[in-house]
């Protein structure tokens, strides 16, 4: 059953939206009600532990370690796990146009995920800290839903994932003398409801000539009549003109 390659890069998408919502926060610095400067807020994926780490770092003319510059935000997949709530029918599936034309693929139910975010807020002070998530919580209500391809090859199968903030918990590392860097942080965390699709069956030719027979029950070798219907021309791919022609063919008993 494993082992036939497909990748949808379901993960790799759901991870770029979700950084992509964060990626655009600026902090803005004023002198009364002047802008004197506008700072857009670095994003990277990551533990937080990393950039901790690399705000302990002190510069060094000798060297190339320098110190991390805040405010910065970073985050990380914490989880992922099966929501069983949303599961439906795996063996219900779709049609949609093949990969060759003149065909018609399957694309079956996906299996429903949740995929758990941390993003982390480290700043120098309160005052940037409550800026930034001051442009972040409002979207979220608690949900904010993104509407996206899942499949690549198949540009009319369309998806959405829903992220919603289930928690914001403060925190301050600083400890010792004053001359220690301070590092105020703010972890939101986020679940979002991911749909996994499986491998597609590529099906077959897409039927373009039905015939029908009408025959006695007890006789079935007796035909009363018959019905026919052709795609016209048939050549014609769905977005083409195309009729469907009607043909009957009745006997006397």
Request: proline share 6%; with cysteine.
């Amino acid at each position: 059953m494993l082992g036939n390659h497909f990748d949808h890069n379901t993960f790799r998408k759901i991870t770029g939206i979700f950084g992509t919502l964060f990626n655009e926060i600026s902090l803005v610095r004023k002198h009364g009600a002047v802008v004197k400067d506008t700072i857009k807020v670095p994003l990277a994926y990551g533990p937080k532990q990393k950039f901790l780490a690399r705000l302990e770092q002190q510069p060094d003319l000798a060297g190339n370690k320098v110190a991390l510059q805040l405010p910065r935000m970073s985050f990380e997949i914490t989880s992922i796990l099966p929501d069983f709530t949303r599961m439906k029918n795996k063996n219900n599936f779709c049609l949609v146009p093949g990969t060759t034309e003149g065909t018609r693929s399957k694309v079956y139910n996906p299996v429903p995920y949740i995929v758990s975010y941390q993003l982390n807020i480290i700043t120098k002070t309160e005052t940037d800290v409550f800026e930034i998530i001051g442009q972040i919580l409002p979207t979220f209500g608690p949900s904010f839903t993104v509407n996206f391809n899942p499949i690549d090859d198949q540009p009319t199968v369309k998806d959405k994932v829903k992220f919603t903030l289930t928690s914001v918990s403060p925190s301050d590392d600083y400890e010792g003398d004053f001359l220690s860097r301070r590092a105020i942080i703010y972890t939101l965390e986020f679940d979002a409801h991911v749909n996994l699709f499986g491998e597609i069956d590529a099906g077959g030719e897409v039927i373009k000539s039905a015939t029908v027979n009408f025959k006695d029950f007890t006789d079935t070798d007796e035909l009363y009549g018959t019905m026919n219907w052709d795609v016209n021309p048939s050549s014609a791919n769905v977005d083409d003109t195309y009729t469907v022609d009607v043909t009957e063919t009745w006997y006397d008993e």
